[in-house]
């Protein structure tokens, strides 16, 4: 089945320690989304990338980076985590070409990011 | 710019009962409006979408919801829940044209009660 794989699912790491989270997708869509979503909150989203434009939200910290590599993969960078950098990290695809039509979102499972 | 209001931050129902989640919208220029779940440790599933046409729109696992553009609200209906509808359940409203970023509501947790 076309989907959304994020891995790790499960990630603990260091106050100050990098961690890279990922995202794959076999929809082929050209859009993909990282959404951040603390507890009990809505999810928040961080950036997206149009193709290969890359779309910051205003209030994304400098601390998250992003990467995509080719239309399949996209990465999540945390370059010095902190406490309240801990949350769900979703990422989501649509396929998006502008113009009319709904922006409906595939949402991978979630990679769950602990810091110590 | 949109915004959705979901009033009740947690909603208890027996099994078997029927629930409605409520939806608020705002948005100066027309909508499409959203509703997904997620279930404990898991992304978000979309549910339902309104588009056009027929207000009421019927989705998957027994829910449908309701467009009403008088009110502004896409409430969210099953006339029977089960054990397996615990879950968060977050509305969700884009524009139609432009720049087509979601905007999710705070959410609401259906707890079942056995």
């Known amino acids: 089945d076309a989907m959304v794989i994020q891995n790790p699912r499960y990630q603990v790491t260091q106050f100050g320690k990098p961690v890279t989270l990922s995202c794959s997708q076999t929809l082929n869509h050209n859009v993909m989304y990282w959404y951040q979503q603390k507890s009990s909150q809505a999810p928040k989203l961080l950036f997206h990338y149009y193709d290969k434009d890359f779309n910051n939200e205003a209030d994304t910290p400098d601390n998250f980076q992003s990467r995509r590599p080719n239309t399949s993969f996209c990465f999540l960078d945390i370059r010095s985590p902190g406490l309240g950098d801990a949350a769900m990290y979703l990422c989501?695809?649509?396929?998006?070409?502008?113009?009319?039509?709904?922006?409906?979102?595939?949402f991978g499972a979630g990679s769950r990011l602990t810091v110590l | 710019a949109q915004s959705v209001t979901q009033l009740d931050s947690q909603v208890p129902v027996f099994e078997e009962a029927p629930v409605e989640l409520r939806c608020n919208y705002s948005s100066s220029v027309s909508v499409y409006l959203f509703w997904y779940v997620q279930y404990p440790n898991q992304g978000l599933q979309l549910l339902l979408k309104y588009l056009s046409g027929s207000t009421l729109v019927k989705g998957i696992n027994g829910f449908e919801a309701e467009f009403n553009k008088s009110q502004t609200s896409f409430h969210l209906r099953k006339p029977s829940v089960h054990i397996s509808d615990t879950a968060e359940y977050f509305c969700?409203?884009?524009?139609?044209?432009?720049?087509?970023?979601?905007?999710f509501g705070t959410g609401t947790r259906l707890t079942i009660i056995p």
């Open positions: 989501a695809t649509s396929g998006r070409t502008g113009g009319s039509g709904a922006n409906v979102l595939t």
């Open positions: 969700a409203v884009t524009r139609t044209f432009g720049n087509e970023k979601l905007t």
